[in-house]
């Protein structure tokens, strides 16, 4: 009994000293709230309810904030704060834990905490939050024993300078915009934020936003040369070389000195054609910095641009002069040297660049087209075999490795290399057509057929391929479709005397003679080759057309004039004529020139027996009887010449 009621004195004593002591802190932590809160701590202390949360005291970069509870608390991302006490109805922070959110773990009493690590942790997981201002939704919960007391409200306040933060510790692209993007709407006239997200447009290539941006920054700053830099820049990328010129401009106002600008406006003047503004520019450029080997370079273009190549190959070879391995001056020497026709030269660079890069496919391709130019056949193929064994997908070197073959007479190779540069172009129009003229080369008839059908098909424009298919045809017997393709080749343009000329034997030989007769003449006014001349004297002939015929004759005897025949056809058309004395001044021309014709002395006797000159004309049969004694009509014509002599003395006595 006795230990009872001492055991109820000590209860008593110690909820005396709880009460006592938590009066204390009321008074010392929270003194205002102290009248109207007594009451709290004997519904936790004797009643067993949950404690009350009143205020706490939260250090904010060094400086103590009491905040009641429902208060707000200010953070921005520079503040570094801690919950220092709790004022509670609970004694000693028994049982009491406190949890900022969005940060911080289960209990972050008295731990240090920093605003940066709030706002990030915002930017995560916060969907439309605001360029600039505050976010209201997070607070720092107080709970006893798990249970939630109180809270205080935090305001969180963005400033631009998160997002540029953030902005800089990112490697994504597309997050840097968008930070830099928000941090620019919370401050519009802020122009390293606005070439910040310029350079950041510029990385991944999206050249007309960065423009967007570097024509705002000029237009708060317009002496911003670093600005019209990169705006210069973007402007080359974009190849909007008007632009460039323009932005160049400005930047010379400001530094008329600035070569960067100057060679940049002479290279968009270069690109937009404007080439001899361009060379004015480098000049100028060479004469402040005349050791400049792009910019002589890029001199050297423009002259070769304007014609002036010797200009141009003075430029290049500076450029190596300076700088022996530049290939790419030593390509634009043997490039320029083959389009001067100096293949030495030409030669010379090619050699040099593939001492230099031996695995360059292209070098040895040119080097071996230089060799060409010289005539070093068998060196042209070696270096072209070694562009290929380098590059064996090189359409364009296997066809200029099967010309060189053809000049070599390998005309087998030539058709294997051709027909290689098909399987890897199978419409490579020049292939097809070198494939189709080596086998009509070869009188492989059939085959160049079918090569040019194939072609005319795909490039029915091309008139020079139907002469060759007419041709072809021609050969394997197929006259009307040679004709066919004859005139198919005159239609479309092609004035060739060949191609006129087979036409006409095409339809001689279809039986079509005055189609044939109609081509012959168009034929000999481009060339009077005295065989056609021929066949068309022949053909008037037998329609009577001797005029025609006789001029036919006198033309070939202008083309011939040492020979017999021509004069003696002469002489014949002058007999169907009538006209003896001419005849007979023919056949004597053409005795001249062939006195052993016995058949012209029987022509002259008999042109004399028709004129009555029986005594000529038996001089002329004896004559052709004696070069010949197998001439019967000479054998029968001499008696009978002698009978008419005989007579004509008869006559002339009486």
């Not at 015929?549 to 070939?556: I, T, V, W």
Request: proline share 3%.
């Amino acid at each position: 009994m006795k230990r009872q009621v001492r055991r109820t004195i000590g209860s008593v004593l110690i909820l005396t000293i709880s009460l006592f002591l938590a009066l204390w802190g009321l008074v010392v932590f929270a003194p205002g709230i102290l009248p109207e809160r007594i009451n709290n701590f004997f519904s936790y202390a004797i009643l067993g309810e949950l404690p009350h949360f009143y205020a706490a005291t939260i250090e904010k970069n060094g400086e103590d904030l009491l905040l009641p509870k429902g208060g707000v608390f200010d953070v921005t991302y520079r503040d570094e704060f801690v919950v220092k006490t709790v004022v509670s109805d609970a004694l000693f922070d028994r049982g009491i834990t406190v949890d900022v959110e969005g940060i911080g773990t289960n209990n972050d009493y008295r731990i240090l905490l920093r605003g940066m690590s709030l706002i990030d942790h915002l930017v995560q997981t916060e969907r439309d939050l605001p360029e600039k201002g505050t976010i209201d939704k997070l607070r720092i919960v107080v709970r006893y024993k798990g249970e939630e007391i109180g809270y205080i409200k935090m305001r969180v306040h963005i400033t631009p300078q998160d997002w540029l933060r953030y902005a800089r510790n990112t490697e994504n692209r597309k997050l840097q915009i968008e930070y830099l993007k928000r941090a620019l709407a919370a401050n519009e006239q802020d122009v390293n934020i606005i070439k910040m997200l310029a350079q950041v447009y510029v990385r991944v290539g999206r050249y007309r936003e960065a423009i967007e941006q570097y024509i705002k920054a000029l237009e708060i700053n317009p002496r911003d040369i670093n600005a019209l830099y990169d705006l210069k820049r973007c402007y080359l990328a974009l190849k909007d070389y008007e632009k460039v010129v323009e932005t160049s401009e400005e930047i010379l106002k400001l530094n008329p000195e600035d070569l960067g600008a100057i060679n940049d406006m002479a290279f968009a003047l270069s690109n937009m054609g404007k080439w001899e503004k361009a060379i004015t520019l480098y000049q100028e450029s060479l004469r402040k910095e005349p050791n400049n080997p792009l910019v002589l370079f890029k001199l050297g273009e423009a002259y070769e641009k304007t014609g002036k190549l010797s200009a141009a190959v003075e430029q290049y070879k500076k450029v190596v002069g300076k700088i022996p391995k530049a290939v790419q001056a030593l390509s634009a020497l043997a490039t320029l040297s083959l389009k001067m026709g100096n293949y030495d030269e030409a030669v010379k660079w090619y050699r040099e660049i593939v001492r230099l890069e031996p695995r360059n496919a292209l070098a040895w391709a040119n080097l071996g087209f230089a060799y060409g130019g010289k005539g070093m056949i068998k060196e042209e193929i070696e270096s072209y075999k070694k562009a290929l064994a380098l590059n064996p997908k090189d359409a364009v070197v296997y066809f200029n490795l099967a010309v060189a073959y053809e000049k070599e007479g390998k005309v087998k190779e030539a058709i294997n290399l051709y027909e290689k540069v098909l399987t890897l172009k199978p419409d490579d129009a020049d292939a097809q057509l070198r494939l189709a003229d080596l086998e009509l080369k070869e009188k492989n008839y059939e085959k160049a057929v079918s090569r040019y059908e194939k072609i005319v098909k795909k490039h029915p424009k091309q008139s020079r391929i139907y002469a060759s298919l007419g041709f072809a045809y021609g050969q394997l017997g197929k006259f009307k479709e040679a004709a066919m393709n004859f005139e198919r080749a005159i239609k479309g343009g092609v004035k060739d005397a060949r191609v006129q000329y087979n036409l006409a034997y095409a339809y001689e030989r279809l039986g079509r003679m005055k189609e044939a007769i109609r081509e012959y003449e168009k034929y000999v006014k481009m060339e009077p080759k005295v065989e056609v001349l021929t066949v068309l004297a022949e053909f008037y002939l037998k329609e009577n057309r001797l005029d025609d015929a006789l001029r036919c004759y006198q033309k070939m005897a202008e083309q011939e004039p040492r020979k017999a025949t021509h004069y003696a056809n002469m002489a014949y058309v002058y007999s169907l004529k009538g006209d003896l004395d001419r005849e007979i001044q023919n056949l004597r021309t053409a005795l001249k020139l062939d006195p052993e014709d016995d058949r012209i002395y029987e022509m002259l006797g008999d042109a004399y027996e028709k004129k009555g000159n029986f005594l000529e004309a038996y001089k002329a049969y004896v004559k052709a009887y004696e070069l010949n004694p197998a001439a019967k009509t000479a054998a029968n014509k001499i008696p009978q010449m002698r009978i008419k002599m005989w007579e004509q003395k008869i006559k002339e006595g009486k």
